[in-house]
């Protein structure tokens, strides 16, 4: 099982990127999904989270610019990211709590991380 996240890159201040990250393998089900990042120098923090029932959590330096959203067929989350500033610029990890068989084995699993640099 893996995640692979994609969509990160460079972007002037007030732009906007799509992030995604798609889960691969032997999944069972996925229950919550999130996004987290890591600036230079600093600890990992969550940015955005998604349950299975679509029930959303924001940081408070995202609330308003940022939408987290999924789509289970495709066993895919996605970060939305508009207004951005230049302290948004970080490693973004994708995350899930995944279960790979019945009866459930949950684990959490982590992407590998794609750099989204905001030029101001």
């Known amino acids: 099982v893996q995640l692979q996240a994609s969509g990160g890159g460079l972007v002037q201040a007030g732009g906007s990127l799509r992030l995604s990250c798609a889960a691969s393998?032997?999944?069972?089900?996925?229950?919550?999904m999130g996004w987290y990042r890591q600036a230079p120098g600093k600890q990992r923090e969550l940015v955005a989270a998604?349950?299975?029932?679509?029930?959303?959590n924001y940081s408070d330096s995202v609330k308003g610019r940022f939408t987290i959203s999924r789509d289970d067929a495709k066993n895919t989350v996605y970060l939305q990211m508009n207004s951005l500033k230049s302290e948004d610029t970080a490693v973004y990890y994708c995350?899930?709590?995944?279960?790979?068989?019945?009866?459930?084995?949950?684990?959490?699993?982590w992407g590998q991380g794609t750099l989204v640099t905001v030029s101001s």
């Open positions: 995350n899930a709590h995944m279960s790979t068989g019945w009866p459930h084995r949950w684990s959490e699993y």
């Open positions: 998604i349950t299975s029932g679509d029930t959303t």
């Open positions: 393998g032997s999944i069972f089900i996925i229950d919550d």
